[in-house]
Antibody, heavy 117, light 111 residues
Framework: EVQLVESGGGLVQPGGSLRLSCAAS????????MNWVRQAPGKGLEWVSY????????YYADSVKGRFTISRDNAKNSLYLQMNSLRAEDTAVYYC??????????WGQGTLVTVSS | QSALTQPASVSGSPGQSITISCTGT?????????VSWYQQHPGKAPKLMIY???NRPSGVSNRFSGSKSGNTASLTISGLQAEDEADYYC???????????FGTGTKVTVL
């Protein structure tokens, strides 16, 4: 069974940093591209970042470019999102999701990030 | 990259069919057959319902179907059921400097 479990969310002050993790199991992690998607409270989905299976190709949404860094460790079956210079508008539930034919066919349960003083 | 445009809400009675539109541009929806649709119930993670415009993942009911014409994609739910009440989002690959974009979301209400 495919499982994606996010962790690392919490309360952080504006300008602070946080590192999210996503532990994958039930599939060959190193064979799949992965994504981060977020959802602000009461709002819609926003795609955040993409990383290919070998980490050779990475994309970011304009809203996080230069502040967030996606990475992965295939030996540890883990996906990461380093978030720096956090703003109030980054407050959201962050989901990791597995890529399949340009669609996201498996999602984690999400981890809440709250940016507030 | 602007979000794809969806109606805020669509409603229907049990057994009826409804269609949700998703309008983009030639740089996203109109330019590629990489449109997907997601269902999200309150407090839950999204679930993939349609990929590559019209393909259904294993386990998704055949009451859900997708199509595309020009810059607009559509999701049709036939034989509407109470369990279909949820938020629905479209998504598309985009040729912009980013990679993907979601729609604004549509709340489906079963009357």
């Amino acid at each position: 069974e495919v499982q994606l479990v996010e962790s690392g969310g919490g309360l952080v002050q504006p300008g602070g940093s946080l590192r999210l993790s996503c532990a994958a199991s039930g599939f060959t992690f190193s064979s799949y591209s992965m994504n981060w998607v977020r959802q602000a409270p009461g709002k819609g989905l926003e795609w955040v970042s993409y990383i290919s299976s070998s980490s050779s190709t990475i994309y970011y949404a304009d809203s996080v470019k230069g502040r967030f860094t996606i990475s992965r460790d295939n030996a540890k079956n883990s996906l990461y999102l380093q978030m720096n210079s956090l703003r109030a508008e980054d407050t959201a539930v962050y989901y990791c999701a597995r890529d399949h034919l340009a669609a996201l066919n498996y999602w984690g349960q999400g981890t809440l990030v709250t940016v507030s003083s | 990259q602007s979000a794809l445009t969806q109606p805020a809400s669509v409603s229907g009675s049990p057994g009826q069919s409804i269609t949700i539109s998703c309008t983009g541009t030639s740089s996203d929806v109109g330019g590629y057959n990489y449109v997907s649709w997601y269902q999200q119930h309150p407090g839950k993670a999204p679930k993939l319902m349609i990929y590559e415009v019209s393909n259904r993942p294993s386990g998704v009911s055949n009451r859900f179907s997708g199509s595309k014409s020009g810059n607009t994609a559509s999701l049709t739910i036939s034989g509407l059921q109470a369990e279909d009440e949820a938020d629905y989002y479209c998504s598309s690959y985009t040729s912009s400097s980013t990679l993907a974009v979601f729609g604004t979301g549509t709340k489906v209400t079963v009357l």
